[in-house]
């Protein structure tokens, strides 16, 4: 186990990345907004489990040897950017009903599962995980991928109380935005758009050197 000053350290450096938003707090918002508490809090789950995936991966070395192959780390960046974009577009396209307040455009299962993927096969994810552990774990320690493991669990825990917190806050926004007319406009374009930024994002990433 790291010691407590190193556990402090990682703790101070996870909420302050957490502070900063990006595409896992977009999509969190954007699905709480457009689709309620449930479906947000969803979303969140599944973000979790994607980043679960992606520490257990960073612990038994599959991160490095993701970013060492270029074309293992172009299949797992490829699925990721059609998925995506498949669902912005799908999105985009589909015919809008009527909203009240009690009906998502998402049910949890499909936003659970998105949130996987979003985090799961996101290339930038993983090379995340495998620039900073580094940084807090002693590399030559006989039992370093368990200290990876013990701080990805913190970082994970950490995540869903902040990203769990945003959706919350978020989807006490959805019956305003009902009562505006703006909830159908965020249900279709800006939720279809996000996954096709998110898409062309993951899209952009590279291999570290």
Not at 59 to 70: D, I, N
Not at 97 to 123: H, K, M, Y
Not at 134 to 150: C, K
Request: net charge positive; hydrophobic share 55%; proline share 3%.
């Amino acid at each position: 186990m790291p010691e407590l000053s190193t556990i402090f350290a990682f703790c101070v450096a996870t909420v302050a990345l957490l502070l900063i938003p990006g595409p896992a707090v977009l999509y969190i918002l954007n699905r709480s907004i457009a689709d309620g508490r449930r479906v947000g809090l969803a979303a969140v789950a599944g973000l979790e489990v994607g980043d679960a995936i992606q520490v257990i991966f960073a612990s038994v070395g599959l991160s490095a040897v993701l970013a060492a192959s270029a074309t293992l780390f172009n299949i797992v960046k490829w699925a990721g950017v059609v998925y995506l974009v498949y669902t912005g577009v799908r999105t985009l396209l589909k015919v809008p009903t009527a909203v009240d307040a009690d009906q998502a455009a998402v049910t949890t299962q499909q936003a659970f599962r998105q949130g996987i993927i979003v985090n799961a096969l996101n290339p930038k994810t993983a090379l995340f995980f495998l620039s900073i552990f580094p940084q807090f774990v002693d590399t030559n320690a006989t039992h370093a991928n368990l200290q990876s493991l013990f701080l990805g669990v913190i970082f994970v825990v950490l995540a869903t109380i902040f990203n769990g917190s945003y959706s919350l806050m978020a989807s006490g926004l959805r019956h305003l935005l009902l009562r505006g007319k703006t909830l159908p406009f965020i249900q279709r374009y800006v939720s279809g758009t996000l996954f096709v930024g998110l898409g062309a994002l993951a899209a952009t990433a590279g291999r570290t050197k």
